[in-house]
């Protein structure tokens, strides 16, 4: 580990924050220091706000990254297209004989062209789920795994960082994924699908963070509160994803375009990767 990436990780947990470089103007160390001392006296977890992490290229963990994934406590994780490797909702929508329509309404809302909630509600409505045929979708389709997602999680939970599952799709879907891959069901924050007394479709459950636009920084939030994380990372595919670093969320981004790789997020992320090597890398040594 690099010198400037233990200034970093120190500053973390203590009120002088290092400059590293210059890369922290004086108002922001200032800053910084108020809202650490703040916090020590109110016993409240606030977000860490990294510097500018770009540089030439997103493409390469910057030192910043480096240093405040290695200080992360918390990692949460969307599912479709980073986690899996297919889109559940897409999937169920297909096995329904909806696959088209749903695919186009996925692609829009994942895109950042139409609000959250309108589009989970379009799909749904548009569907129709029962609980039967969820229930049958379940027993004949077993999770996509990304490759290299078991061993970075492995590798996570072996350094000591705890993972969490935050997604716009359905818990009813998520569950088998989370069992594979170890995440206990409390770790998950995702939508759920609401049925009648004979399984017919209800709707879903608005009170979920994620059955709203904005809902998986809103999800975040909680998580590091709740949790008492002082650094968390968000790693994902999409632009809900990249909205979860945001003040008092996720302190770094890291785009995953494996399965979708889209230019929004690529250009946003601190962290851009087309797999999970480099990740597994830096968790296990702190360096790139």
Known sequence: MSACSATIIASLAAPAISRCGGKLGRRATVA???????????GVVVNVVAPSMHGVSNREPSEEVIALVTASTGVAFDVDSTVCTDEGIDELAAFLGKGEEVAAMTAKAMGGGINFRDALEMRLQAMQPTRQSVEKYLSTHTPAISPGVRELFTALRASGKTVYLVSGGFRQMIAPVAAALGVPNENIFANKILFNEDGSYA???PTEFTSKAGGKAEAVKHIKQSSGHAVMVMVGDGATDLEAKAPGGADVFIGYGGVQNRKAVADGADWFVMDFDGFVGVVKGGGK
């Open 32 to 42: 910084l220091r108020k809202q650490h001392a703040a916090a020590r006296g109110s």
């Open 203 to 205: 709707g879903f459950d």
